[in-house]
């Protein structure tokens, strides 16, 4: 499986942002799926994941009202949308799959890992 995360870039406090995560090789729909984000001189943290059906999503209370994570199974994708940007939301975005069909908040319970986009949020 390959991930690739896009969409990141520059945008002011307050405005929106759409994050993307194409699968390929294997499908994602029989896996839980999760972003995190890295800033610099942090360590990685949870952002959002959601189960294999996609109906029971979970975020981090730093992000909850702000972001919305879905996806679209035929299309092999994982979305993060992102609203009401903060200037410490920039960090390094990575979408991830779960090694099960539940979604967990531990990066030790995710096997593959997209590279990363990078977001920036100006203040």
């Known amino acids: 499986v390959q991930l690739q995360a896009s969409g990141g870039g520059l945008v002011q406090a307050g405005g929106s942002l759409r994050l993307s995560c194409l699968a390929s090789?294997?499908?994602?729909?029989?896996?839980?799926m999760g972003w995190f984000r890295q800033a610099p001189g942090k360590e990685r943290e949870f952002v959002a994941s959601?189960?294999?059906?996609?109906?029971?999503?979970t975020y981090a209370d730093s992000v909850k009202g702000r972001f919305t994570i879905s996806r679209d199974n035929a299309k092999n994708t994982v979305y993060l949308e992102m609203n009401s940007l903060k200037p410490e939301d920039t960090a390094v975005y990575y979408c991830?799959?779960?090694?099960?069909?539940?979604?967990?908040?531990?990066?030790?319970?995710?096997?593959?890992w997209g590279r990363g986009t990078q977001v920036t949020v100006s203040s």
């Open positions: 959601f189960t294999r059906s996609g109906d029971i999503p």
């Open positions: 090789g294997r499908a994602i729909s029989s896996r839980a």
């Open positions: 991830a799959r779960s090694l099960t069909q539940f979604g967990s908040r531990y990066s030790r319970d995710y096997d593959y």
